[in-house]
């Protein structure tokens, strides 16, 4: 399982990486590969904003649909409208080409209350059992 270096993770498997002001979202390396092969991805509107832990979007694969999930509260300042029609990025570069949004934090300190690499790590391993 790949991590990102200085990245925060959720427990519903998004990441979340502060980019000066904003932060960049996605899912993990883990969720992709756990979901197979991605067919579609749903993703809201920029200028949204949403809740931390509220739905963002859908990710489609050949296996199943899964609901993605707001690592931080703020407003979705950007979209990879790459996404739409090439969703496989999501599979081949989940942390770089396959990120999913920008979002402008309304309260950047929720970002420390997400897990570090080493703790999404054991997280993983123990919901695997």
């Known amino acids: 399982?790949?991590?990102?270096?200085?990245?925060?993770?959720?427990?519903?498997?998004?990441?979340?990486?502060?980019?000066g002001d904003e932060f960049l979202v996605g899912i993990t390396d883990y969720a992709q590969?756990?979901?197979s092969d991605i067919v579609y991805?749903?993703?809201?509107?920029?200028?949204?904003?949403?809740?931390?832990?509220?739905?963002?979007?859908?990710?489609?694969?050949?296996?199943?649909?899964?609901?993605?999930?707001?690592?931080?509260?703020?407003?979705?300042?950007a979209v990879n409208e790459a996404l739409e029609d090439t969703p496989e990025l999501v599979n081949q570069?989940?942390?770089?080409?396959?990120?999913?949004l920008r979002i402008r934090p309304s309260d950047p300190s929720e970002f420390n209350d997400l897990l570090d690499g080493p703790a999404y790590e054991?997280?993983?391993?123990?919901e695997e059992g």
Do not use: C, Q
């Open 33 to 35: 590969d756990s979901l």
């Open 1 to 19: 399982m790949k991590l990102l270096l200085n990245a925060r993770y959720a427990k519903t498997h998004e990441w979340a990486l502060k980019d």
């Open 122 to 126: 054991s997280f993983v391993a123990a």
């Open 41 to 77: 991805v749903e993703l809201p509107e920029v200028g949204d904003v949403l809740d931390k832990g509220e739905n963002f979007g859908v990710v489609e694969s050949v296996k199943t649909a899964s609901d993605v999930y707001m690592p931080v509260s703020g407003e979705i300042v």
């Open 93 to 100: 570069s989940p942390y770089k080409d396959g990120w999913m």
